[in-house]
């Protein structure tokens, strides 16, 4: 008797059958390999995203996609931002203890988060998909050079992507996960059922982008379009920025047979720094999905509620970037101990300032010759106008216990931000970025 493992994966998505795909392969050969794997695609649409009695393996598996905090999930990988659909299923997630449920939203693609994981607890070795990884990085962070790049459609790790999104028919991706976790993608795509499929995407692609091309309206550098009266389903998403490379979020109406879906995304290649969390936005209306690209899915029916939906979130974008658009690099103004603050974000992200003016600052000495010294950028000005108070600020700061003594002689201002916040921020990776968005957002 063979132990049945189902497995969930997002559909449509070459990191959701990528996952599948590793997550099959680590469990074969790191947990038993009388195995029987049952793959389930699963989308995000309006209402239930699980039916409790589709659980129906030995083991059931969710990778790539929301988290469940049914008794019968016994494995769980995800890096959406969005991954739980209430504060309960987070708690949940938190307390549990089997040590086989795992989330990291900083993961480029889940793909690969399921390979390092695997690979640090469970002895796999990633080694031989190592291609596969690295394109799922690609693909799911949208790492490509340019939007030509993206839109060219050369590479096969990129033709396999147009093939698994615009795939209608249900058995097609549970038929290639297999392949993925085994064959070279090249070789994958010469296989019978996988090669006639792809020149008549290729000429749907092309009909896409003339599509939208018509469709898309630039203001504000935010674009819209609405294709809901056309089957574009599974276009390239970075078309608009191809014909658009001066945008900087894009906001798109598409339909299918079960759901209206609102696209929410920002220009991975625009000279400028998101400002917004997309997903929080899409969250707002019932999605969800990444900082960078959200989406919404609305009932097939509800065409008005999600044009409503578009039009306000375009509404609200272009206001954002109409009254907080400043192109990097910035000055950074900064007042007292926002001057430590800033001095921490130009040695963390010396790319995005050209000057800073520190207005009384703490520790303004320690600011100009280490922090913005080694961002090879100049200070505008340094004057700390109340030196009695600074150091006074100073001294408390270094007595408090908040800061050890040391910090104060640390070279390094990127690393020496670090004690300050890293008591309420947790990881030190979460504190740089808290540190940044605190900076950018109250101290500025
Ligand atoms: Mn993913």
Not at 25 to 34: A, C, L, M, Q, S
Not at 222 to 241: A, H, M, R
Request: with cysteine; proline share 5%.
């Amino acid at each position: 008797m063979l132990l049945k493992v189902r497995v969930f994966y997002h559909d449509k998505c070459f990191d959701g059958a990528s996952s599948a795909a590793v997550f099959s392969r680590f469990y074969r050969e790191r947990i038993r390999n009388d195995v029987e794997f049952v793959f389930s695609g699963l989308l995000h649409r309006a209402g239930a995203l699980f039916n409790e009695d589709h659980f129906d393996g030995d083991e059931n598996a969710i990778v790539d996609f929301k988290y469940s905090s049914s008794p019968k999930i016994t494995w769980w990988f995800d890096h959406h931002q969005s991954a739980f659909l209430t504060p309960e299923d987070a708690a949940h997630f938190e307390q549990d203890q089997s040590n086989r449920k795992f989330y990291d939203p900083d993961f480029k693609s889940c793909t690969s988060f399921i390979a390092m994981v695997t690979e640090q607890r469970f002895g796999f070795n990633p080694v031989p998909l190592s291609d596969l990884i690295r394109w799922t990085d690609i693909i799911d962070g949208a790492m490509y050079p340019d939007a030509k790049t993206a839109v060219e459609m050369k590479e096969p790790a990129m033709k396999l992507t147009m093939v698994i999104e615009s795939a209608q028919d249900h058995t097609f991706v549970p038929r290639l996960i297999p392949l993925l976790a085994s064959m070279p993608l090249a070789k994958i795509l010469e296989q019978p059922f996988v090669a006639p499929l792809l020149a008549p995407l290729l000429q749907r692609h092309q009909r896409s982008i003339t599509i939208l091309k018509d469709r898309t309206e630039s203001k504000d550098a935010t674009l819209f379009f609405d294709v809901t009266d056309q089957e574009l389903e599974g276009y390239n998403k970075f078309i608009p920025y191809y014909l658009h490379p001066e945008s900087i979020y894009s906001v798109g109406l598409s339909k299918s047979s079960f759901r209206v879906k609102v696209s929410v995304g920002s220009n991975p290649w625009a000279n400028s720094e998101r400002l917004v969390n997309l997903a929080k936005i899409c969250e707002r209306y019932g999605g969800g999905g990444h900082a960078r690209v959200g989406a919404i899915s609305f009932d097939v029916t509800q065409n008005e509620a999600a044009r409503k939906a578009a039009n306000e979130i375009v509404e609200e974008l272009r206001a954002i970037l109409a009254s907080a658009n400043v192109p990097s690099p910035r000055v950074l103004v900064a007042h007292s101990f926002g001057g430590m603050i800033a001095a921490a974000y130009a040695s963390r992200f010396p790319h995005e300032i050209s000057a800073m003016v520190l207005v009384d600052p703490v520790g303004a000495r320690e600011a100009r010759t280490d922090a913005v010294g080694s961002a090879g950028r100049r200070v505008v000005r340094a004057e700390p106008r109340d030196a009695p108070a600074t150091q006074r600020a100073r001294h408390h700061l270094h007595h408090s216990g908040r800061l050890s003594g040391r910090l104060w002689r640390l070279r390094h201002w990127g690393w020496a931000i670090h004690p300050a916040y890293g008591h309420c921020c947790g990881p030190r990776r979460r504190c740089i970025r808290q540190c940044r968005e605190r900076t950018l957002h109250s101290e500025i």
